[in-house]
């Protein structure tokens, strides 16, 4: 094990970061945030923005006049001017910035700007009362105080949350300094009225400035309740209630029927500010009282709304030695504060100071701060004569260290946005808080998923003597391997994890088992280990190396635990190996079980033999329902060695199967087959098995075991089917004595024998007739032989079979019968030679006649076939009176000749012309050659005879063009 242990150290220091989904109470939670791809692990603050989170740019904005208020949305930023001018400036330089005069008399000035999250909707608040609006892209504001009988200060509004448009602002609260919360509705779009309507929707008892105004929807849907959060600089309200959807007034049912729910503090400056994680999401509020900045989480749940109070978490954190700020912002994690020469920032998490910012300006002290809800990337802060802009970058960057800091690692995690170093570190962090703690089981989770050395955390775990944390570490370190190319690792583990069951087994299989809960702990740990063991991850690697297998099954036999180590060998599918254990412990059903479950058709070639010979007819069952899939010609040695009755009978129903169900035409199936039928002692079942497979056995071997069983009939059949009918007569006779049999067989041989072999047929039944006289005797019965004998034996035949002196009383009959045929023969013979005499004279008449027939041909008769008179040259006249030069004849006759034919005629023919230019027509030689070819070509009629028949197909016109041109032109 020593080699297995370096190659996992070397493996553990190549692949540290190979990561694994895991299991478990907490690793659970880690399945989609630990990466299973290998990386290169640094530490976490090396990948880090090196920038400052909160980064101070140049001078934004310089102006002449005195700024008084600044506020920023969607990338906008509006100032308003001591002068009574308002500037909108485009950060994204798209479009050109604008200035926006307010025509107001000396000595009223701006008190107070609000810009609605999209941008479009601006408004603008004097000291005066009078209330201003101005639209997106339009330059002159528009008066709203009379339509709306407002002639007090506004110090805060909550712009509607729905989406915007360019039409209107939908419905917006308004808060005064004098406590007074107005519901409105402005449209810049109506050449009638910008106000759309205005109602006052409460006032506070005591009139006091309402310096913030938010209101946020339950769940975040607007047909939920609604809470609206008002803060003065004593109190903090929230009012709940559902808003109405068909009223002009929407909010008056959230007034008008609630009672609030408020926080007082007496010493109160009042600044509040809002938090989004997106617009409109919020995640928390700051209120700045006169101690310090109080923190609350907004929660928007329905628990929170059913409680009445949607604020949570809260903290107060009093003001530090910089003194009180001027104006305050809260970001998604860090308070916001502006003092008069510098900016503070604070994390939200742990409360510590991350950033300080000296601020410095020619002209005056920093008092505003403005922060864009729908960008996040930047906020502003404005002096009586300047704007700076402070750049945000990824101010979430420290999140997870300070929650791992604060031992809150799931928000850790969260915020370790996949890295998987801070993600190691963490779980290192967490895994050392949780073996403080003594959390043993929790520790081994986490552990296994950090970065610390794998013999490090082993040891603690063993040295704790802690062995169901260390399992616990060891399966979801295994796991946290995962897929990643360890094959050393993952043995190192699955061996050590299963050592580990074994031994919990063997401990508790040692102890007394009388207690019922012990007994069921051995089988719950049973159960594990072969959950362990059957888990699809482990099988695969434990098969890519085999020697694992092999020090697995050593170590279980090593610990006696017989059941699963065969429960293993079944999971690497080594059948044998479980086949042969349940052999050795005769437990045969089960290592049928075991082949029936894997069908391999090997396995049961080499074990059928062993389990014919003890469960002969479970295995026939099996093996009738593997059907085609087994070779029954290889499982024949396991029916050779067949001995006792039951086992042959398991075979013989095997075997039957196999030829008749499945229909197998092997001959030495049925051969075998044969052996065992032919040792029933039911000729019946012998003679049925024959006829049914006959062409598919060797006759010869099964004439020659139906004679050693004296299987007399079965042999006959087999003569029979050989052809070989002398042999099945004599043996029906000699060794049955059955005539039956033998006149049965003969009457076969009479139905398939031709009649040349009517001899033998013959010979058959006289054998038979022989032996029913020689050894019946029996006259009655021989003439029953004679009769089925069908007109092949005759009384006669069988006469010299019967001693001299025997009477022929029984059958004189026949005798008789049989004379008056031979006289019925006779009288017909006569009768057949005197008609063929007649005839012989009739064809004779006629030839003598035929020589003296003479026809009279006419001068102007012509050729049929050249149309050239006929007597002009040698010619032919046949009785039909067709008549045809000999030479024109000779040329059309060639054409339906065989080609030897044909030249036998074309030689004769110029053989004859020869002779006759000599002179010589009447010299034998002519009078032969003229002879051999009127026997050729005048044998019949070319116009009437066979040779018309078989021209039938030839076409009227020649196929070949030039032919059939030159015959165009001879008929043209």
């Known amino acids: 094990m020593a080699g297995l242990w370096n190659d996992y150290q070397e493996d553990e220091r190549s692949f540290e970061s190979s990561r694994f989904s895991s299991t478990g109470s907490r690793g659970s939670t880690r399945q989609s945030t630990f990466n ?126 729905t989406k915007q448009n360019d039409i209107d602002t939908k419905e917006i609260l308004i808060g005064t300094s004098l406590g007074i919360i107005y519901e409105t509705k402005l449209n810049p779009s109506s050449d009638k009225q910008l106000v759309a309507y205005s109602k006052i929707l409460y006032n506070l008892d005591k009139p006091e400035a309402i310096t913030g105004l938010v209101y946020f929807h339950e769940n975040g849907d607007p047909k939920q309740r609604t809470v609206v959060i008002a803060t003065t600089p004593t109190r903090i309200y929230q009012f709940f209630g559902k808003m109405r959807s068909n009223d002009q007034c929407k909010f008056g049912a959230i007034f008008g029927e609630s009672f609030p729910e408020f926080k007082e503090n007496i010493e109160s400056l009042g600044l509040m500010a809002v938090s989004y994680i997106k617009y409109p999401e919020p995640r928390s509020l700051v209120w700045m009282t006169g101690v310090g900045i109080q923190y609350s989480k907004i929660n928007i749940d329905s628990l929170s709304f059913d409680e009445g109070n949607v604020l949570s978490e809260n903290r107060l954190t009093p003001f530090t030695d910089k003194g009180i700020p001027v104006a305050i912002g809260v970001t998604e994690f860090h308070l916001l504060l502006l003092y008069e020469n510098g900016f503070e920032a604070k994390s939200l998490i742990n409360w510590k100071h991350v950033h300080y910012e000296p601020l410095r300006t020619m002209g005056g002290t920093y008092n505003t701060l403005a922060l864009d809800p729908m960008d996040h990337s930047k906020f502003f802060c404005s002096a009586k004569q300047s704007i700076i802009r402070f750049k945000v970058h990824k101010e979430e960057r420290n999140v997870w260290r300070m929650y791992m800091e604060l031992r809150k690692f799931q928000e850790a995690e969260k915020y370790a946005d996949g890295d998987q170093a801070k993600l190691f570190e963490i779980a290192s962090e967490e895994g050392d808080y949780y073996f403080e703690q003594k959390y043993y089981e929790d520790a081994a989770q986490t552990y296994a998923l950090s970065h610390r050395s794998f013999e490090e955390i082993a040891l603690k775990f063993i040295n704790e003597g802690t062995t169901a944390a260390l399992m616990n570490f060891l399966r979801t370190k295994l796991d946290s391997i995962g897929n990643s190319n360890n094959p050393t690792q993952i043995c190192m583990l699955v061996v050590w994890i299963v050592e580990i069951y074994l031994s919990e087994i063997s401990s508790l299989e ?116 593997f059907g085609r899939s087994l070779d029954p010609k290889r499982l024949l040695p396991s029916f050779i060695h067949c001995k006792t009755t039951d086992q042959k009978e398991q075979a013989l129903r095997y075997l039957q199967f196999v030829v008749f169900s499945t ?134 035949d069988i006469l010299p079979f019967f001693n001299d002196f025997f009477y022929i009383d029984d059958f004189k009959d026949a005798i008789c019968k049989s004379l008056e045929i031979y006289n019925q023969n006779i009288n017909q013979l006569n009768d057949d030679m005197k008609d063929a005499t007649d005839s012989a004279e009739r064809i004779h008449n006629d030839i003598s006649n035929l020589k003296r027939k003479n026809c009279v041909v006419e001068s102007s008769k012509n050729c049929y076939l050249c149309d050239i008179p006929l007597l002009t040259r040698s010619f032919y006249v046949f009785p039909c009176s067709h008549m045809f030069h000999t030479a024109c004849l000779v040329k059309e006759i060639t054409g339906y000749l065989s080609k030897r034919k044909a030249e036998e005629v074309s030689k004769i023919y110029k053989l004859l012309l020869n002779l006759k230019d000599e002179d010589q027509t009447r010299t034998e030689s002519y009078r032969r050659a003229k002879s051999q070819l009127d026997e050729i070509i005048a044998e019949e009629c070319l116009m009437c005879g066979e040779y018309m028949i078989q021209s039938i197909d030839t076409p009227f016109l020649p196929r070949d063009e030039e032919e059939f041109e030159k015959l165009r032109l001879e008929w043209s």
């Not at 600044?70 to 001591?82: E, F, H, M, P």
């Not at 009223?108 to 608040?125: A, M, R, W, Y």
């Not at 060794?735 to 009517?758: F, P, R, W």
């Open 36 to 161: 299973t791809s290998v990386i290169n692990l640094k530490d976490p603050g090396d990948t880090a923005d090196k920038r400052p989170i909160f980064e101070k740019e140049d001078t934004y904005v310089k102006e002449t006049a005195a700024i008084i208020k600044l506020a920023t949305a969607n990338r906008i930023l509006v100032v308003g001017l001591l002068s009574n001018k308002v500037k909108r400036f485009y950060t994204q330089a798209t479009e050109l910035d604008d200035v926006l005069d307010i025509p107001r008399p000396v000595g009223d000035k701006i008190h107070n700007i609000f810009l609605d999250p999209t941008g479009k909707h601006l408004l603008v608040s004097m000291t005066s009362g009078e209330l201003f609006y101005g639209f997106y892209g339009k330059q002159t504001l528009f008066s709203c105080s009379k339509h709306m009988k407002l002639n007090v200060k506004v110090d805060s509004v909550a712009w509607n949350q």
């Open 663 to 796: 229909k197998c035409k092997d001959e030495a199936i049925h051969n075998f087959l044969l052996s065992l039928v032919v040792q029933q002692d039911d000729e019946g079942l012998l003679l049925d098995f024959l006829d049914k497979t006959d062409a598919n056995v060797d006759r010869k071997y099964a004439l020659r075991l139906c004679s050693e069983h004296r299987k007399w009939k079965a042999c006959c059949y087999i003569y029979t089917k050989m052809g070989l009918y002398e042999e099945a007569v004599k043996l029906a006779l000699t060794k049955l004595g059955n005539v039956h049999e033998a006149e049965k067989t003969a009457v076969e041989a009479q139905s398939y024998c031709s009649l040349e072999q009517q001899e033998m047929i013959k010979k058959l039944w006289l054998m038979i007739a022989r032996h029913v006289v020689e050894e019946e005797k029996d006259i009655k019965r021989v003439m029953e032989v004679i009769n089925r004998a069908e007109q092949v034996l005759k009384i006669e």
């Open 510 to 625: 040692k102890q007394q088992q009388s207690s019922e809960e012990k007994s069921d702990k051995l089988q719950s740990t049973r159960a594990d280990l072969r959950n362990f063991l059957s888990n699809e991850f482990v099988i695969r690697n434990i098969k890519k190396n085999k020697p694992i297998i092999k020090v697995i099954q050593e170590m279980m036999a090593s610990y006696g635990d017989t059941s699963d180590m065969i429960y293993f060998a079944d999971l690497m599918e080594d059948i044998e190996k479980v086949i042969m254990h349940h052999i050795h412990d005769q437990q045969y059903t089960s290592a049928l079980d075991t082949l029936r479950k894997r069908r391999s058709p090997d396995l049961f070639y080499k074990y059928t033999p062993t389990l014919m010979k003890y469960i002969p007819r479970n295995t026939v069952d099996i093996l009738e329902q």
